[in-house]
C-alpha cells in the first residue's frame, strides 16, 4: 500500500486542523494506521493510531481529548483531526501502516512498514 498524508498547514493556537492519510494500491483494511510528528530538532514521536477494522483507536497522553484519528467507511482514507492546536503541536506530521504490528508495538515508528511522505503543522502562538 502507498500512503499520501495532506492537509497541514499555518493555523493559530487554539485552532484546528484535518489531516488525511489516503491509501493507494490497496486499501487499509486490516492495517493499523498511526499518526506520527517530528518536531525541529527532536526525534519522531507516536500520536494516534487506528486499527481499521475495528476502528480502535490510540493516543499518546499529550493529545487526548484534542486529537481523533478516524477512517472513511471505505478504508481507503484515515484522518486526524485536531482541535484546540497548541504552540508544541508543531511538527512534520506523517501517517504510517502496519498489516502485522500488534497493539504493545503501536508506539514504535520501526514496526510501520509504509510510510507516507509528511506534512506540515505549524501553530502560531
Known amino acids: 500500500v502507498q500512503l499520501q498524508a495532506s492537509g497541514g498547514g499555518l493555523v493559530q493556537a487554539g485552532g484546528s486542523l484535518r489531516l488525511s492519510c489516503a491509501a493507494s494500491?490497496?486499501?487499509?483494511?486490516?492495517?493499523?494506521v498511526g499518526w506520527f510528528r517530528q518536531a525541529p530538532g527532536k526525534g519522531r514521536e507516536f500520536v494516534a493510531a487506528?486499527?481499521?477494522?475495528?476502528?480502535?483507536?490510540y493516543y499518546t497522553d499529550s493529545v487526548k481529548g484534542r486529537f481523533t484519528t478516524s477512517r472513511d467507511n471505505a478504508e481507503k482514507s484515515v484522518y486526524l483531526q485536531m482541535n484546540s492546536l497548541r504552540p508544541e503541536d508543531t511538527a512534520v506530521y506523517y501517517c504510517?501502516?502496519?498489516?502485522?504490528?500488534?497493539?504493545?508495538?503501536?508506539?514504535?515508528?520501526?514496526?510501520?512498514?509504509?510510510w507516507g511522505q509528511g506534512t506540515l503543522v505549524t501553530v502560531s502562538s
Open positions: 487506528i486499527r481499521v477494522s475495528s476502528r480502535n483507536t
Open positions: 494500491g490497496n486499501t487499509f483494511s486490516n492495517y493499523v
Open positions: 504510517a501502516a502496519s498489516r502485522t504490528i500488534i497493539v504493545s508495538s503501536y508506539t514504535n515508528d520501526n514496526a510501520y512498514a509504509y
